[in-house]
């Protein structure tokens, strides 16, 4: 609804992204994430927008406009932590996502890592004058050669990812 609002009247005024971003001290990327929705204006910018659209806060905010000050104060209060609440709780679903898939990361590495110290070069032993074996054994030990060499820098940034991103 605010999101929605603020294009809505910043079209009205003749106005593109770029026009209204420096009156309330933004940047144009600000401007086009609240018009899309992906975040909200605080209170103080809200405030700023609403003078620079000539609009009350209560209307970007899709209310009419109360008589009373404090109300309309008030539901501005209630409207804001409603879409805190909201962007937190997202916020905190893409860090647990995050954490997840830092510790699948590291799990995924160090399987890999005991999967090839379990083969131990048994395929170096294999007969590679035929040539599917010669194949098979030549892509294994390159990818032996390659994961042992970055599997400890996966494993260490995935444990310091999933450590930065835990609660």
Known sequence: MLNENIHALR????????????????????????ERGLSVPDA??????GGVLDTPVSTLLGETVRASEPEGLQAL?????????????????????????????????VLLL????????SYLEWDFSNPEYAVAGTMLHGFEWVFARMAPIILAGSIAGAIASRK
């Open 77 to 109: 209060s209630e409207k804001l932590e409603v879409l805190n609440d909201q962007f937190a709780r997202a916020q905190e679903s893409k860090r647990r996502a995050l954490h997840a898939l830092f510790i699948a990361i590291a799990s995924i590495t």
């Open 44 to 49: 103080e910018t809200l405030v700023a927008i």
């Open 114 to 121: 005991i999967a090839l110290a379990a083969i131990g070069g």
């Open 11 to 34: 079209k009205s005024k003749g106005l593109s992204q770029e026009e209204l971003a420096p009156k309330p001290n933004v940047v144009r990327q600000t401007v086009s994430e609240w």
